[in-house]
């Protein structure tokens, strides 16, 4: 008997839920004489309490709570709409920037109170129903671009069609949206709304063609100003009082809540603003917990272990010596160390590394880093001595910590290929690796020796040119061909061959190279002298390509100077020969064909 007492209460209350709104809308009528004149919802609720309603609520759910009936529908007024959208912002307050042009010049069909609030919430488009964002700019219809495309006809600009285009309140506009299209584009066609009213353009691209049709066919035709201006009033006629209403109701209406808009936008900050300040204090609060604990847990392992370490220390007093980026909201290392590397990531989700596990898991990983750092310091020792080299260590092994990838990281190229995989896992190595690696680096600080002892002879016997000390010592070890090679294409044509085999440089090689260094030196100043006088007329009109210019290059194998930048080769064929032996004649003629090629390509806009 429970079961059927529960049907029989179920069934009841299904009874009371769908007869006691009608019972109370039916009351309300029959309390008014006047009833069917009468909207139900003024006798509810009253015009002015749903007008405070409807200004109180945000664009979107002003148009939830109008599709609620018909009669929310009919009190529904551009300033509701327009106030809603304005202070709401986003998506829907562009639309209707798009919107005002179009109206404020009457080249559309003015939109319904309504119809304006589905525009600017539009998500969709009207005819595939594709996802966009906002109405169309000229248009004032919420169509995607690829349909956009279809429903617009560019017109060409002719004596034909001209007239027409440039008649007031014939809509043009971007086809897509964007300002560097043609602005020709009309609509193809009239637009209408499933319950027929018009939307979109006043005149399309179908009457500019039927009023062009029947001027032909006229005697005395008017002009296509005219025709078009009739046509409008055709259009009008029933309404005209009606859209300058609608039309200055939206303007006014803009201008009335401007300032509650720009109110409602500086308050919408400052609360994001004390949002975002109560977020950075609870992540700080947070990560100053995480930082303590683990703090604790190095010192407590520290204290733990036979001998305190003191890169543990060191690595502790990093941790304390954190600082807060408000900009970041959270902790940050300005200096370079392991515990940046390894805590940051704590730091930007501390949430993530609440328990003690994960904290735990991170204290080893710090211990394990710094232990597998010291290691490998010892092991370099072990090299360093091992070499015997006087510059074993500042030189040949010079290095730093790269705290990015926890390793040590060799200036010397062929160190690094030697070092480099070997050092990334130190626990694996014993005691015969590391001889053989140091046997390995001793090799290259034997075979650099005595090239570089050449080197610093040569050097001091050109220390009166200092451009040539500089071009010598920009250098670097091949592990290829196990040879220095220099940036300066003439110093390598001179020095390959000698530096590659410096036990066999005598004395009297030794005066050969440094005559040749010295002539192809004092040919490059005599050069660049040149090269500076012929881009010197270009200085002052055109400094910017004369920076540009500047960047050239001399082959002393063919003797030719080489411009970086296209136009210098395209202006000078490219290469010149024999710079040092041009006359003044020659110079001021390569620095006309330069100006020339200059001015022509300012006029032109051509982009090399």
């Not at 570089?452 to 070890?477: F, I, T």
């Not at 220095?484 to 009297?508: N, R």
Request: glycine residues 2%; aromatic residues 8%; charged residues 30%.
């Amino acid at each position: 008997m429970a079961p059927k007492r529960r049907a029989a209460s179920k069934k009841n209350a299904s009874k009371r839920l769908k007869t006691d709104p009608n019972e109370a809308l039916n009351e309300a009528a029959r309390s008014n004489p006047n009833s069917s004149e009468c909207l139900i919802a003024e006798k509810l609720f009253g015009t002015d309490v749903v007008s405070v309603i409807f200004s109180f609520l945000e664009v979107r759910q002003l148009l939830r709570f109008v599709c609620v009936s018909k009669e929310f529908k009919s009190l529904l007024t551009y300033d509701h709409v327009i106030r809603a959208t304005m202070l709401s912002g986003g998506f829907p307050m562009t639309s209707l920037e798009r919107m005002i042009p179009p109206i404020r010049n009457r080249k559309i069909w003015i939109p319904s109170p309504l119809r304006l609030l589905r525009t600017v919430c539009g998500k969709r488009c009207e005819e595939c129903n594709a996802k966009t964002r906002f109405v169309c700019e000229s248009f004032g219809v919420f169509l995607c671009n690829k349909c956009l495309d279809k429903s617009t006809k560019l017109l060409r600009r002719s004596k034909r069609w001209t007239p027409y285009l440039q008649a007031n309140r014939v809509c043009l506009g971007p086809r897509k949206g964007s300002t560097r299209y043609s602005s020709s584009y009309l609509m193809t066609a009239p637009q209408t709304e499933k319950n027929g009213d018009s939307i979109g353009p006043l005149v399309t691209c179908q009457d500019i063609e039927n009023m062009d049709a029947e001027q032909h066919d006229s005697i005395a035709p008017p002009t296509p100003a005219e025709r078009v201006a009739a046509f409008i009033r055709l259009q009008h006629q029933p309404q005209p009082q009606a859209a300058d209403a609608a039309v200055k109701s939206i303007l006014q209406a803009i201008e009335d809540n401007r300032q509650d808009a720009v109110n409602r936008r500086a308050a919408v900050q400052e609360e994001k603003e004390e949002a975002r300040d109560r977020y950075g204090e609870a992540r700080r609060k947070k990560s100053d917990d995480l930082m303590t604990s683990l703090i604790e847990l190095l010192e407590q392992d520290n204290a733990d272990a036979d001998a305190v370490d003191t890169d543990i220390q060191e690595q502790v007093a990093k941790l304390k010596a954190r600082q807060w980026s408000a900009r970041q909201n959270q902790y940050t290392f300005y200096e370079d160390s392991i515990v940046r590397k390894l805590v940051m990531p704590v730091l930007r989700a501390p949430s993530k590394y609440a328990s003690k596990k994960k904290l735990q898991q991170v204290a080893n990983e710090i211990r394990l880093v710094t232990g597998e750092k010291r290691l490998t310091e010892m092991y370099i020792q072990q090299i360093v001595n091992y070499c015997q080299h006087p510059d074993a260590d500042s030189k040949v092994l010079r290095r730093t910590y790269r705290t990015y990838g926890l390793r040590y990281g060799f200036a010397n190229p062929a160190i690094r290929d030697i070092l480099n995989k070997p050092l990334s896992k130190p626990r694996d190595l014993t005691e015969q690796d590391v001889q053989q690696l140091a046997v390995q680096v001793k090799q290259i600080a034997v075979r650099q020796e005595p090239g570089e002892a050449l080197l610093l002879e040569l050097e001091s016997r050109l220390k009166e040119q200092p451009c040539a000390v500089q071009d010598l010592n920009n250098r670097s070890w091949n592990t290829w061909n196990w040879s220095w090679m220099f940036k300066e294409t003439y110093i390598q044509d001179i020095l390959y061959e000698p530096i590659s085999k410096p036990q066999d440089v005598t004395d009297a090689i030794l005066n050969e190279l440094e005559q040749k260094l010295w002539s192809a030196m004092e040919k490059k100043k005599l050069i660049k002298e040149r090269m500076e006088l012929l881009l010197e007329p270009i200085a002052e009109p055109y400094p910017t390509w004369k920076t540009r210019l500047e960047r050239w290059s001399w082959n002393s194998k063919t003797d030719t100077c080489t411009f970086w930048d296209y136009l210098g080769k395209r202006a000078l064929g490219g290469k010149l020969q024999s710079v040092e032996e041009m006359d003044d004649s020659t110079i001021r003629e390569m620095s006309n064909l330069l100006l020339a090629a200059i001015q022509e390509r300012e006029t032109s806009g051509f982009r090399f």
